[in-house]
């Protein structure tokens, strides 16, 4: 072996090795959310039809129901507090989440409901875009989401695992040439969207359907297709109540709502 890597090989090993410490996780913070209130946190998408279902849970009940979504930074602090669910809108969130909520256990984490990733287009479509291979064309202009090592977004590597869905790295190429921004959250995104005037965006159903006057849907065909989850799981110290939400969410009647906005199960 070449003395040089040799040397730098044996000084590898006589570094040690730390896990990189989540940097909003605050030990000085006890999860004490036991007041009453079913409490949960996550990243927007999920949000607005939980709302939908946490009003007809509270008139069914009585109890009081409160969801804070938006980007972790914006609830971090908070959550650690005093959060009773923390919702992920993909398992590679989730696992971002349980690095900085140690009270919160990743054997617990159920999935709950899935949906498929698509692509948004301008309302009405102008650009008469049908599926994937159109986004390969030379001027189209994309944007997708992506958390470059310093975001938890639902949206790291759905493009790369769209474009790469068949093996075929012309594709990829193709459409990363296209792309005209990466953006660190979907609502991040949609104003890219809009801002740049861009044709397509890579997101998940519930887009253009909260937002018809701006974005129409458009499927990814089904050789291309990928599916992310909608995952939940309950803090060892939640109110009692909250073990009921989380039912009620698996209800017939919770998963119609859901299904309006694109989950399935």
Same mark, same amino acid.
């Given at each position: 072996?070449?003395?040089?890597?040799?040397?730098?090989?044996?000084?590898?090993?006589?570094?040690?090795?730390?896990?990189?410490?989540?940097?909003?996780? +605050?030990?000085?913070?006890?999860?004490?959310?036991?007041?009453?209130?079913?409490?949960?946190?996550?990243?927007?998408?999920?949000?607005?039809?939980?709302?939908?279902?946490?009003?007809?849970? /509270?008139?069914? !009940?009585?109890?009081?129901?409160?969801?804070?979504?938006?980007?972790?930074?914006?609830?971090? !602090?908070?959550?650690?507090?005093?959060?009773?669910?923390?919702?992920? !809108?993909?398992?590679?969130?989730?696992?971002?989440?349980?690095? !900085?909520?140690?009270?919160?256990?990743?054997?617990?984490?159920?999935?709950?409901?899935?949906?498929?990733?698509?692509?948004? =287009?301008?309302?009405?479509?102008?650009?008469?875009?049908?599926?994937?291979?159109?986004?390969?064309? /030379?001027?189209?202009?994309?944007?997708?989401? #992506?958390?470059?090592?310093?975001?938890?977004?639902?949206?790291?590597?759905?493009? #790369? +695992?769209?474009?790469?869905?068949?093996?075929?790295?012309? /594709?990829?190429?193709?459409?990363?040439?296209?792309?005209?921004?990466? /953006?660190?959250?979907?609502?991040?995104?949609?104003?890219?969207?809009?801002?740049? #005037?861009?044709?397509?965006?890579?997101?998940?159903?519930?887009?253009?359907?909260?937002?018809?006057?701006?974005?129409?849907?458009?499927? =990814? +065909?089904?050789?291309?297709?990928?599916?992310?989850?909608?995952?939940?799981?309950?803090?060892?110290?939640?109110?009692?109540?909250?073990?009921?939400?989380?039912?009620?969410?698996?209800?017939?009647?919770?998963?119609?709502?859901?299904?309006?906005?694109?989950?399935?199960?």
């Amino acid at each position: 072996m070449n003395k040089t890597i040799l040397a730098f090989s044996l000084l590898l090993c006589a570094c040690p090795v730390h896990a990189q410490e989540s940097k909003l996780a +605050d030990p000085s913070i006890e999860n004490r959310p036991a007041d009453g209130i079913v409490k949960l946190y996550g990243a927007g998408g999920p949000h607005t039809a939980f709302q939908k279902i946490a009003k007809v849970f /509270e008139e069914k !009940t009585g109890g009081k129901v409160e969801i804070t979504a938006g980007p972790e930074t914006t609830w971090a !602090t908070k959550a650690q507090a005093d959060a009773d669910i923390l919702w992920g !809108t993909s398992e590679q969130s989730m696992t971002a989440f349980l690095e !900085t909520y140690g009270g919160f256990a990743s054997d617990q984490v159920q999935p709950i409901y899935v949906r498929p990733a698509i692509i948004a =287009v301008r309302a009405g479509n102008p650009k008469k875009i049908e599926g994937f291979e159109d986004l390969l064309q /030379e001027g189209m202009k994309i944007v997708v989401t #992506e958390g470059a090592g310093v975001a938890n977004t639902s949206g790291t590597g759905v493009w #790369e +695992d769209i474009a790469g869905r068949t093996g075929n790295l012309s /594709e990829i190429a193709a459409f990363r040439a296209n792309i005209v921004a990466f /953006e660190k959250g979907s609502g991040a995104s949609f104003r890219a969207f809009k801002d740049l #005037e861009a044709d397509a965006w890579i997101t998940w159903p519930n887009w253009p359907i909260n937002n018809p006057d701006v974005l129409s849907l458009v499927d =990814v +065909d089904e050789s291309h297709r990928i599916w992310r989850d909608l995952n939940v799981v309950l803090s060892p110290d939640a109110d009692p109540e909250a073990g009921t939400f989380l039912e009620f969410l698996l209800s017939p009647e919770a998963e119609a709502i859901m299904k309006t906005e694109g989950w399935v199960r």
